[in-house]
């Protein structure tokens, strides 16, 4: 009978069998969405009230719209429609009394759209992505069915399947098979109070940003997106060109959260007060935990993001095991190369799950968690050109945007390096591992191969995601993310060896194992003292701001484990340096003022520690009362006395004779080659030689000596270095001999692994332009090298 009604009623108004017809009486009371599920004679609302579903009423006569109403619809900005139907306008609303509560009290009252989402894709009229899709419809979402679950493939096969590749199972659940072994549950989200709440949130993270929606997506495209691709953009900006209620809440929160750190990118939006970005993410969290029960890729993308707002927080390893739980729903582990869905799907599930990879095996050595993902059921292939729809041709030109080609291999580069992080954790971070391997020798053993795989990804790196690439002009880049998720993973290695030493172990691996270790260590602090403005301001991934903390970590371990009282100095030297490093850099830099607080809260109650900080506590204010007295006094060489701009960073050391050359040949004769890291450190500025050997040098000159002159050399190469003039021939030998020893450093290594050949490094012809200035003692500095020490 209510089917009989509802045809006589499309018969009516001239609709077609099966083409959208108006609500049915009661939805259209309340003003409701109304959904008949295929197959059904009643809406969904009026099946769960258990009521009568009649379409008897007509339409209620609109209102005339007054004068001022009339000028404010014809000044609302429009969006142009994908599918061919009438654009969708902002329309004068008055929000709800929650959207008063949640959304911003400046952006509350702006007009938003009111457009209903489209409820099946595959009827969208025109061209449309979204037509085919399997892990973005709306409002279904799916599960993969498993080969071990009730739902056999062997008699699911025996099912006829409509030119849909579906076959209706239930009311509301369908089973959609996309290739012979691969099948999904498709259901229905039945829960219509569940839909009413999340349109309402959804038009509450809105409100807040409003009128500036498009503004944010744009910042978000343009900076995040290149070297995190987990959105497809076509279809994103589809879905918005019709409405926001087309997105799950979390996901628009998420994207409009993200894109707030870059609001001074925009000239518009920069003059503008920033939305409320805490009520962006408390409504993002919020309904990610109301979302999981119906996953769609959109979910899986909202955690990924969600992840990258908050640099390594408390809760960070619940969230990501939702997400890669998610993934598991979805199948995204899963080879979809043969599947019958759209390309550019196939593509977005290859990137997300490697994205989803990537979180998880970071947030596994960061938070040192057991991974959750298992190589054996991860058999998704590498993602390659073709499964990144953008080009370099989508490249915005605004200033501060990051580049689109550049961001792809990044981001699979850093694909790359986090399967080397999933070796590390489970050959050596392990509980068995941990328990089973604890001798130096076995240890050692396990780690030669994994350092030979980290030289070879660090070689092989491209020219244009080296830290000395020269930079677009006025482009941001991401690079220093995947450094230093490369120093992290050297770090992480290298703490276990530190870890395994023990009083018995033979001196000279000692020695070996130690020298290694502070090789990269001084390569990581320079590192993070020459990033650029361009690096900063750029997208970091979500581990950064623990993998900035773990260089601190390793410097606090390498001094609490020195035997020698020299060489705890020196490293306490490098600790005090590192912080300072991160408190001048960590204003505006979230991530770094994030891991100056992780540091500070790791070392805060070290007796050791405390010591020192009462001691250059004391210190600092005896300086202060000499320099009163002293302030306007000059020492014998006629220079103002220097100020002593590292007080808090330095420890009560700088006096020290470790920094003369008698300390620098006692520590060349023990094999530990710290002369010329001496050399650097005092050039630097970084410890105050007094006047003595070597002569001052410009940190111009220092970095150039410190580099390379060959672009294949491995970092642990090109951290030592050799003057212009050369040295006496015997104590060259020595240095190639222990450059040798530095880079086999691994005692376990065979015949057949070759040490490097062009050691040591001497400049070519091209290799730097010479500027030159005069310093005060007459000598003339080399300033003009603008590369990177470890290129």
Known sequence: MQGATQGATQALLGLQPGQKSRPCDSCRRRKSRCFIPP????????????????????????????????????????????????????????????????????????????????????????????????????????????????????????????????????????????????????????????????????????????????????????????????????????K??????????????????????????????????????????????????????????????????????????????????????????????????????????????????????????????????????????????????DDFPETAADESNEDGSAEVENGRRLFQEMISLSEIVHEVLSTLFTVAAERELRDIEGILEKAKPIQIKLKDWYQGLPESLRMNTQLKTRKLSSNGSLHLAYFATEITLHRRIIHALIPSTPKEIVQVCRSAARVRLLAAMDFVKN???????????????????????????????????????????????????????????????????????????????????RATKARDDEEEEDDENDDDEEDESGQQGQDNRYSEAHGPYEEDELYNLHAMRYWSETGMNMANDMVFMMGQGDIDGNGKYPPPMSSGELRALSASGSAHSSPEQQIHHQRERQLPDSQQQRQQQQSQQDWMYLSSYNASVQGPQDWPPRWQDGDHKTTTDTVADGTMRDDSYQGDMHM
Not at 136 to 145: A, D, E, H, I
Not at 560 to 582: M, V
């Open 39 to 238: 197959n059904d004679d009643s809406c969904v609302l009026c099946r769960f009230r258990k009521q009568e579903c009649t379409f008897l009423e007509g339409p209620k006569p609109r209102r005339k719209r007054d004068a001022q109403s009339a000028v404010e619809g014809a000044s609302a900005p429009k969006i142009t429609k994908v599918d061919g139907s009438p654009p969708a306008t902002f329309t004068d609303m008055s929000p709800p009394e929650s959207s008063v509560a949640t959304g911003s009290s400046l952006h509350s009252q702006v007009p938003i759209r009111e457009t209903l989402p489209i409820e099946d894709y595959s009827t969208i009229r025109g061209h449309s992505l979204l037509k085919k899709t399997l892990g973005l419809q709306n409002p279904r979402w799916s599960t993969y069915v498993g080969t071990s679950s009730t739902l056999d493939y062997g008699f699911l096969d025996l099912i006829p399947f409509d030119r849909r590749d579906e076959a209706e199972l239930a009311n509301g659940v369908s089973l959609r098979k996309v290739a012979p072994d691969a099948m999904f549950i498709m259901e229905y989200d039945r829960s219509i109070d569940g839909y009413e709440e999340m349109l309402k949130t959804v038009d509450d993270i809105e409100r807040i940003v409003a009128p500036h929606g498009q503004a944010l997506i744009d910042l978000y495209f343009r900076i995040v997106h290149p070297s995190f691709p987990v959105l497809h953009k076509k279809v994103f900006l589809e």
């Open 240 to 385: 918005y060109s019709r409405t926001h209620r087309e997105f799950a809440p979390p996901l628009l929160a998420a994207v409009y959260s993200l894109a707030l750190n870059w609001w001074s990118y925009d000239a518009e939006l920069a003059p503008l007060q920033k939305p409320d970005v805490e009520k962006l993410d408390k409504l993002a969290h919020k309904t990610f935990a109301d979302v999981i029960m119906r996953p769609k890729l959109s979910t899986v993308q909202a955690g990924l993001l969600l992840l990258q707002r908050r640099h390594d927080s408390a809760g960070d390893w619940p969230l990501c095991s939702h997400v890669v739980a998610l993934a598991e729903e979805l199948g995204l582990g899963l080879d979809c190369e043969k599947w019958r869905i759209p390309k550019w799907e196939r593509g977005l599930r290859r990137r997300l799950a490697w994205a989803v990879w990537l979180q998880d095996k970071w947030h596994a050595l960061t938070q040192s968690r057991p991974s959750h993902i298992d190589k054996r059921n991860w058999l998704v292939k590498h993602v390659t050109s």
């Open 531 to 613: 990033l650029k403005p361009e690096h900063i301001q750029a997208f970091w991934f979500s581990a950064s701001a623990t993998n900035f903390a773990l260089v601190g970590t390793f410097a606090a371990l390498l001094f609490a484990t020195a035997t020698e009282n020299e060489e705890r100095k020196l490293f306490k030297t490098c600790l005090d340096e590192y912080r300072w490093s991160l408190r001048v850099s960590s204003r505006g830099f979230e991530q770094m003022s994030q891991a100056l607080r992780k540091l500070d809260l790791a070392i805060s109650r070290i007796p050791v520690f405390e010591i020192e900080k």
